[in-house]
């Protein structure tokens, strides 16, 4: 079977650093996604693993493991617009998407 | 660049009448899909097409049809609509050659009375 796991809900501070963490076992693993979604919105493309190691862009940077089935979203200098959801997703064949069920994270003053 | 449009954003039916939602993108894009979005249990892959004339069952596409007959579009049609149907739908396309990476349209909030 496939499955993802992901924290339901999250909290942290402006300012801050958040790890988001996110395990998964899945069926033709090509590559690890991280969506970011807004209530009521799309999810949008935040980041893309294939290879282990870690990916940065701006103030996201997302690692992933291959041989333990882990990956990690980090947030630096959190702001109250990064208050969302984030999904994690593995990709498993041609360009399908398996998702987790997603992090809900609030940002507070 | 409109992107991924999908139609209608907002629609009620009741329970057995049968509707379509449409989706469009202008992005060239081969590979196009539709999720469902539930409380509790994230997008899930409905059906999938990776070009005109090819489309293949995601992981659950009992009571939805598709077809694709050109590269920009991707109907999404339920024949008989049950309150189990009650959802957001997600249609996303992808191409991108170096990530695979998907775009979303904005949604289609259904609800099956």
């Known amino acids: 079977g496939q499955n993802i796991d992901q924290p339901t809900e999250m909290t942290a501070t402006e300012g801050a650093i958040v790890q988001i963490n996110c395990t998964y076992q899945t069926s033709g693993f090509n590559g690890l996604f991280w969506y970011q979604q807004h209530a009521g919105e799309a999810p949008t493309f935040l980041s893309y693993?294939?290879?282990?190691g870690l990916e940065e862009k701006g103030r996201f940077s997302s690692f992933l493991s291959r041989s333990k089935g882990y990956s990690y979203l980090l947030l630096k200098e959190l702001q109250m617009k990064d208050s969302a959801s984030y999904l994690c997703a593995a990709q498993t064949g041609a360009n399908n998407l398996f998702f987790g069920t997603g992090t809900r994270l609030t940002v507070i003053p | 660049n409109a992107g991924v449009t999908q139609t209608p954003k907002f629609q009620v039916l009741k329970t057995g009448q049968s509707m379509t939602l449409q989706c469009a993108q202008d992005m060239n894009h081969e590979y196009m899909s539709w999720y469902r979005q539930d409380p509790g249990m994230g997008l899930r892959l409905i059906h999938y097409?990776?070009?005109?004339?090819?489309?293949d069952q995601g992981e659950v596409p009992n009571g939805y049809n598709v077809s694709r007959s050109t590269t920009e579009d991707f109907p999404l049609r339920l024949l008989s609509a049950a309150p189990s149907q009650t959802s957001v739908y997600f249609c996303a396309s992808g191409g991108s050659r170096s990530t695979g990476e998907l775009f979303f349209g904005e949604g289609s909030r259904l609800t099956v009375l």
């Open positions: 097409s990776v070009g005109a004339g090819i489309t």
């Open positions: 693993n294939v290879l282990d």
